[in-house]
């Protein structure tokens, strides 16, 4: 290990490095704290830190596995906390040990003069991170309740110009707006026109710019965000009610739209609830595309857990999970792909990591650990009776072999709700429903998918009996 490199963690700290040591024992402390001692010793006891040959702050992880994991559950926190503490704002970014082998070796144990006031601000506001390599179009996996969004962030990347500007991704955390960004931004930069994206936190941008002020020099941070062909702002909902931070935002959309560059935004609410004090900036959101990413049913959420694992075996080649175990968390993480990757991470870091086989007892402790709640079991039997009571049918109504309007409208429905809320096979599914074949219920399933899109009531029909089967 290179002498000149700035480390923390067992091998000690090199003389003259108090400043960056100190700051980084008070963050490791206090993200022990956060996330709790199991998750910090599986995930970020390894981290070092480093300073690089032109004073930016590196953070190494063992591989690009812990990298990856490091930068979607910790990196917004980490660099918070880097930014609360270090008294100079050094840039921060998160690192695998091969991509530090590649690079320059770090400068010498030497801390670097403050910025002056109107000196060279660029420094001070360069925090930005590349778009998790991960996070691309062949990994974000598509179903009933991403189609749209995702359709549309593709023609965002193909569009030239885009039809949709700007584009507003909004939908509960976990839902896959991080992943969309970052996937554009990626397709953005590799694509033939090899066009320049620039991914954001919202709290980045934030810090960017009162670094900027701080520094009496805004013209480097206005020069990094706008000279962009595809500005990519996640979190937006940060900056809503902060009147100098809003005014440049609104400035800096303003001014890409109007030179025909893309700005790509996403927040957990849509443009119209957003608490904007600026009415012009409220206006101009509201003037672009919005599109909703809802919560993965039940086999998106098996598509991404499958994904997920393909990823981690990257990594850890002997990583077996078994078809019952995937089939069972699927069903049971229910709040989001990302509680749903949480689970998948500690699994591993209880077996992969100490070769043991990935059991039932594993998966049930790391539930308890990550206090995942489990849902109430459902059961067709569950469903139709729910069903039929809405709708003002028997359950034997449902069952039957009648065709009138008033009963084909509520089997579909129940149908659909089964395969969709349990973990029963198709044909299994059909012999609850009066002995029918497996081929009934994808017509059943396909024609309320048909409804959903073409704007029947169905869709609030079906959220509403979902709340009560669930209870």
Known sequence: MSKQEIITGATGIPAGNSNISEIWREVRSRLRREYGAALFSAEMARLRVRMTADGKIEVVAPNAFSRAWVEDHAGARLQALWSALDVRKRPLSVISEDEAAMRAPAAPAVEAEPARPGGDAAAEVRTVRRPAERFTFDTFMVGPSNEVACAAARSVVNGSPSPFNPAFFYGDYGSGKTHLLNAIAHSVELGPSRRKALYLTAEEFLQGFVSAMRAKDTFAFKDMVRKVDVLLIDDVHFIAGKPKTEDEFLHTVASLVADGRQVVLASHCPPSELPVIDQRLASLLRGGFACELSRPDLDLRRKILDCKIAQARGHYPAL??????????????????????????????????????????????ALRELSIPGERRITVDDIQKIVAARYGVKVADIQSKRRTKTVVRPRHVAMYLAKTLTTRSLPDIGRRFGGRDHSTVIHAVNKVIAMIDAGDPVKDEIEALTRDIRG
């Open 320 to 365: 077996t999970v078994a078809e019952g175990i995937r089939d069972f968390l699927a069903a049971r993480v229910t709040s989001g792909a990302r509680d749903l990757e949480g689970v998948l991470n500690n699994i591993i870091a209880r077996t992969a990591l100490l070769d043991r086989p990935v059991t039932m007892e594993v998966v049930e402790a």
